[in-house]
């Protein structure tokens, strides 16, 4: 039987309207737009305003994403939804999306794996098509991560931001997605967390206790490590090679983190899609947002291959190489 791959057809995304540049933080913490500019590439972010949820950001990018692909939403059997900011604790954000699409019937889910949650959602959605279950599938990823940040706390506010991405995936004969890999090691859970939630209980404290909390430099020194080692994977699992790849799609966390990924991949950094600094860390929406930026500035092209990955809580990391 010939094989189906899963092929981006088109792409979305959305972004909360107010930019907070790093003067802007200025007024909030003891922080500075240089400190900040040299050790994270971060100059502005969006921030959801009040009643702005993940939900609304997710739809957008969503229809976004469905006008590009000229798909109804009634031609969809399958939406996941990465994120780790769900808009209430259930039903699951993808099924509010659903809803607001009028995709109602299809399956729908989020996937929690922090600022891989896009990664993992893409990885799933391709073993639906692969499997043959489904034709037509929403992937997302949102988050309005903003909502778990300690405003008094220098070493975290500055680095994350709010949106969605989103892109829709059409079962096809031609690549298509090659290859996913996606990975965790909950060993690591205590350097990048928010410990609290339903089961363990919230806190006597503002925002019961929710918030991010990191070992940044730890976080940083894991990342580009683990991130080497997952494309080496990922290249192999499809027996390509560094000059195979057209553009690394890489999480915007940090520039000097996706710098050194750059460099494992022997890549000039013209090949690399960067925006970080225009939307910081937005989690599980970073990736689908820069894909987003680069299909739609038409830097991507039809046909070029693409390497996607992302490093979160968890820890979790995951990749997909593609031909767009
Ligand atoms: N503004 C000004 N100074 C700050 C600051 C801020 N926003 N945040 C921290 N500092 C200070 C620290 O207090 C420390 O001061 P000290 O030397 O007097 O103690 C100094 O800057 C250096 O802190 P350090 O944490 O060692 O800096 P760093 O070079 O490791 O950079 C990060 C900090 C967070 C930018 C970096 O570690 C990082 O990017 N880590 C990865 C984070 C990440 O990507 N997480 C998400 C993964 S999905």
Same mark, same amino acid.
């Given at each position: 039987?010939?094989? !189906?791959y899963?092929?981006? !057809? ?5 972004l ?7 003067a802007? @933080? =200025?007024?909030?913490v %003891?922080? +500075?737009?240089?400190?900040?500019? *040299?050790?994270t590439g ?6 959801a305003? /009040?009643?702005?949820t993940?939900?609304? @950001? ?9 006008e590009?692909? $000229? &798909?109804?939403?009634?031609?969809l059997?399958? !939406? ?5 900011t769900?808009?209430? !604790? ?17 399956a729908?889910f ?5 600022c ?13 098509i692969?499997?043959g279950?489904?034709?037509?599938? @929403?992937?997302?990823?949102?988050e309005?991560?903003t909502r ?13 931001? %709010?949106?969605?991405g989103?892109?829709?995936?059409e079962? +096809?004969?031609?690549p $298509?997605?090659y290859?996913?890999c996606? #990975?965790?090691?909950? $060993? ?6 928010n410990? &609290?939630?339903?089961?363990? $209980?919230?806190? %006597?404290?503002?925002?019961h ?11 940083f020194? &894991?990342?580009v490590?683990?991130?080497?080692s997952?494309v080496?994977?990922? @290249? ?22 996706? =710098?050194a *990924?750059?460099k494992?991949?022997?890549m000039?950094?013209d090949?690399v899609?960067?925006?970080? /600094?225009? #939307? ?10 820069a894909l ?5 500035s038409g ?12 490093f ?5 990391w ?7």
């Amino acid at each position: 039987m010939a094989p !189906i791959y899963s092929r981006i !057809i088109a792409t979305g995304s959305a972004l909360p309207e107010r930019a907070v540049s790093n003067a802007d @933080l =200025e007024k909030i913490v %003891d922080t +500075s737009d240089e400190w900040i500019r *040299t050790r994270t590439g971060i100059r502005q972010r969006h921030i959801a305003a /009040d009643g702005e949820t993940t939900g609304d @950001l997710a739809f957008l990018a969503a229809q976004r994403a469905l006008e590009a692909a $000229g &798909v109804k939403a009634s031609e969809l059997d399958l !939406i996941v939804l990465g994120t780790t900011t769900p808009d209430i !604790i259930f039903p699951s954000t993808a099924c509010l999306v659903q809803q607001r699409l009028g995709a109602n019937g299809c399956a729908a889910f989020d996937v929690n794996a922090a600022c891989s949650g896009f990664m993992y959602a893409l990885g799933i959605a391709d073993k639906f098509i692969k499997s043959g279950q489904s034709k037509k599938v @929403l992937v997302i990823g949102a988050e309005t991560l903003t909502r778990m940040v300690d405003w008094n706390e220098r070493e975290t506010c500055v680095l994350f931001g %709010d949106g969605a991405g989103a892109v829709v995936l059409e079962a +096809s004969g031609e690549p $298509g997605i090659y290859a996913t890999c996606m #990975h965790a090691d909950g $060993g690591y859970k205590e350097l990048l967390w928010n410990p &609290v939630g339903v089961s363990v $209980g919230f806190r %006597d404290e503002p925002n019961h206790g929710v918030r991010i909390k990191m070992a940044g430099r730890e976080v940083f020194k &894991v990342a580009v490590k683990t991130l080497d080692s997952l494309v080496d994977e990922t @290249l192999e699992a499809v027996g390509m090679h560094e000059s195979d790849i057209d553009w690394l799609i890489p999480h915007q966390a940090n520039l000097r983190i996706i =710098e050194a *990924t750059a460099k494992r991949l022997q890549m000039p950094m013209d090949r690399v899609i960067v925006t970080v /600094d225009q #939307h910081a860390n937005t989690s599980s929406g970073s990736v689908p947002l820069a894909l987003d930026y680069a299909v739609r500035s038409g830097k991507v092209q039809r046909g070029q291959n693409l390497l996607l990955e992302a490093f979160g809580g968890g820890f979790t990391w995951a990749s997909a190489l593609l031909r767009y």
